[in-house]
């Protein structure tokens, strides 16, 4: 299976506080995608990383990209209760976008 | 709105009854893609369609599956003789793309199917 994971599976922290997924793939990758889910909704893209950048940031988001490790991480600053949700990672090489199981986000305000 | 739309939004029917769903995608993009998603799972990658062609089909996606695009705009899904397994969330995703490269995807709010 070319399934990646996520990294805690759920994760419950107080409003304010910073969060942190990690994600692990297991092709090679021309980029790598987070997404949003609230419950019982689509997906909402959150950031691209391609696989010649190591950073990208985007308003309260941080990703990391290690081409070398198959993995990437998003961070979420001073979270607030309305990012509760699930988060995914899809990574894109030869095929589409292939997701883990996702990580559980609860912020508790 | 002109964001991705799928329709029902709901679906029950009993088993080895035959389904079929539509996808309406925002206008301007070339690919479109179908995904399924059970309880406490990713989104599986189903097919999807650059155009009218329908470029790539999942193992997953059995021979009582079959999607169309007939004039690369909408597309359909059809479930045949459906199972208690079909039971998930299927998800429409579109986006510009070309080659191997594959951009950001913007997803509808997904068909919720029952099997009974």
């Known amino acids: 299976s070319q399934q990646g994971e996520e990294d805690p599976q759920a994760l419950s922290i107080q409003e304010g506080e910073n969060a942190t997924m990690n994600c692990s793939y297991k092709?090679?990758?021309?980029?790598l995608q987070w997404y949003r889910q609230n419950s019982g909704r689509g997906l909402v893209h959150l950031i691209l990383?391609?696989?010649?950048?190591r950073e990208k940031h985007s308003g309260r988001l941080r990703v990391t990209l290690d081409t070398s490790k198959k993995s990437s991480s998003l961070l979420i600053t001073a979270s607030r209760a309305a990012d509760t949700a699930s988060y995914f990672c899809?990574?894109?090489?030869?095929?589409?976008?292939?997701f883990g199981k996702g990580t559980r986000l609860s912020v508790i305000a | 709105d002109t964001g991705v739309s799928q329709d029902p939004r709901h679906k029950i029917t009993k088993r080895g009854q035959n389904v079929t769903f539509r996808c309406d995608p925002i206008?301007?993009?070339?690919?479109l893609y179908w995904y399924r998603q059970t309880l406490g799972q990713g989104p599986e990658f189903l097919t999807y369609?650059?155009?009218?062609?329908?470029?790539?089909k999942s193992r997953l996606l059995s021979d009582r599956f079959s999607a169309e695009r007939p004039k690369g705009s909408f597309s359909t899904l059809e479930i045949q003789r459906t199972e208690q397994g079909d039971s998930a969330m299927y998800l429409c995703?579109?986006?510009f793309g070309g080659g191997r490269s594959y951009n950001e995807q913007f997803f509808g709010p997904g068909t919720r199917l029952t099997v009974l």
């Open positions: 995703a579109s986006s």
């Open positions: 092709t090679s990758i021309n980029n």
């Open positions: 990383i391609r696989s010649n950048e």
């Open positions: 899809g990574n894109s090489g030869n095929t589409p976008l292939v």
């Open positions: 206008s301007e993009h070339n690919r």
């Open positions: 369609f650059q155009n009218e062609a329908q470029l790539e």
